[in-house]
Nanobody
Framework: QVQLVQSGGGLVQPGGSLRLSCAAS????????MGWYRQAPGKQREFVAT???????SYADSVKGRFTISKNNAKNTVYLQMNSLKPEDTAVYYC???????WGQGTQVTVSS
């Protein structure tokens, strides 16, 4: 069974940056597309970014130009670089594998002064 283990996140001031990582226990990123989602308190989980097995990316309008999704197939890891963070980016962030439906455990990102 493939596991997705997330790291990164934490507390950052508005305008700051964070990088999230999502490591898989198996070699899946060269096969399946991956995505990042987030869920703020009292809100539904929402799409943030996706990267296909071939490396094509797309983003939610709310993060376009500020966030970058990338992956390293050799390290079985997908990343979410988040720049120019805003308080409204505060949420629990999850990575997701579209091929098998697995989710990471979630990591808290808090943007506050």
């Amino acid at each position: 069974q493939v596991q997705l283990v997330q790291s990164g996140g934490g507390l950052v001031q508005p305008g700051g940056s964070l990088r999230l990582s999502c490591a898989a226990s198996g070699n899946i990123f060269s096969i399946y597309g991956m995505g990042w989602y987030r869920q703020a308190p009292g809100k539904q989980r929402e799409f943030v970014a996706t990267i296909t097995s071939g490396g094509s990316t797309s983003y939610a309008d709310s993060v376009k130009g500020r966030f970058t999704i990338s992956k390293n197939n050799a390290k079985n890891t997908v990343y979410l670089q988040m720049n120019s963070l805003k308080p409204e980016d505060t949420a629990v962030y999850y990575c997701h594998c579209y091929g098998n439906g697995y989710w990471g455990q979630g990591t808290q990102v808090t943007v506050s002064s």
